[in-house]
Nanobody, 125 residues
């Protein structure tokens, strides 16, 4: 399974971006998909996840209702819509795929089996 993240860029505070992650080489509809981010000098942080049946989990402390995760199984793609961006959101954003588990949506990075290369989001004040 290969994951290709895209859509990152540089925006000002309050701006928006839509990240995409295209999957290939597996049965996308069977995966739960997660988004994580890592800022310089910080640990990787869970952002959001969407299960194969559409169940959604957010890191509410950091997302604060500003981000939306979605998926299009016909396009083998998962999205992360970012709104009201703040400088603290600056990070490399990674998408990840999780093979079916007993719990359909998880937030621990160790539970994910495949990772994309990341896309950089920079928010300036």
């Amino acid at each position: 399974v290969q994951l290709q993240a895209s859509g990152g860029g540089s925006v000002q505070t309050g701006g928006s971006l839509r990240l995409s992650c295209a999957a290939s080489g597996g049965t996308f509809s069977s995966f739960a998909m997660g988004w994580f981010r890592q800022a310089p000098g910080k640990e990787r942080e869970f952002v959001a996840a969407i299960g194969r049946s559409g169940g959604i989990l957010y890191n509410t402390d950091s997302v604060k209702g500003r981000f939306t995760v979605s998926r299009d199984n016909a396009k083998n793609t998962v999205y992360l819509q970012l709104h009201s961006l703040e400088p603290e959101d600056s990070a490399v954003y990674y998408c990840a795929a999780m093979l079916p588990r007993s719990t359909p949506v998880r937030l621990a990075s160790a539970d994910y089996d495949y990772w994309g290369q990341g896309t950089l989001v920079t928010v300036s004040s």
